[in-house]
């Protein structure tokens, strides 16, 4: 089967898919819009519709990091099947497939890692002093005069 086949097959199958997605992300904002006109006509309050959204659980660069690493060895994956289907010398539509799937990985990781940076600090307690950079093991100087 000729190559450009493969990678209009994929292609479009790949526009179907985000086609759907982003019909179906429409029509659900849209029921939405209609829900929340039909609560301020009848008088509830909106607070009454949504219960806030549940925060997530853990550090948001844990996610991105570990996201990206699992999408970046995904595209190797598909390199690696890539070579094995089409040889060493053809790149096919896989090894595409595999170089998008791989910045996307590097992507995600250095976001995680950026908001790993940037991550707003663990506050003071009340006696000034933060759990996060505490070291157990290492005692001052006055702490040992002390004892």
């Not at 009848?42 to 949504?50: A, H, M, R, V």
């Not at 595209?75 to 170089?99: D, E, H, K, Q, Y």
């Amino acid at each position: 089967m000729d190559p450009a086949i493969i990678v209009f097959i994929v292609f479009s199958s790949m526009a179907i898919v985000a086609i759907v997605i982003g019909l179906l992300v429409y029509f659900g904002k849209r029921l939405e819009h209609k829900q929340i006109l039909a609560a301020i006509e009848k008088g509830t309050p909106l607070s009454d519709l949504k219960p806030p959204k549940a925060q997530p659980v853990g550090p948001t660069w844990i996610r991105y990091l570990t996201g990206g690493i699992a999408i970046f060895f995904i595209g190797l994956a598909f390199m690696s099947a890539g070579r094995g289907i089409w040889g060493m010398g053809n790149a096919g539509p896989w090894t595409f497939v595999a170089f998008i799937l791989c910045g996307v990985g590097l992507a995600w990781v250095v976001r995680g890692l950026l908001y790993r940076k940037y991550q707003e600090k663990t506050p003071l307690s009340a006696n000034g002093s933060t759990t996060e950079y505490k070291n157990p093991v290492s005692t001052s100087a006055p702490e040992i005069s002390q004892q």
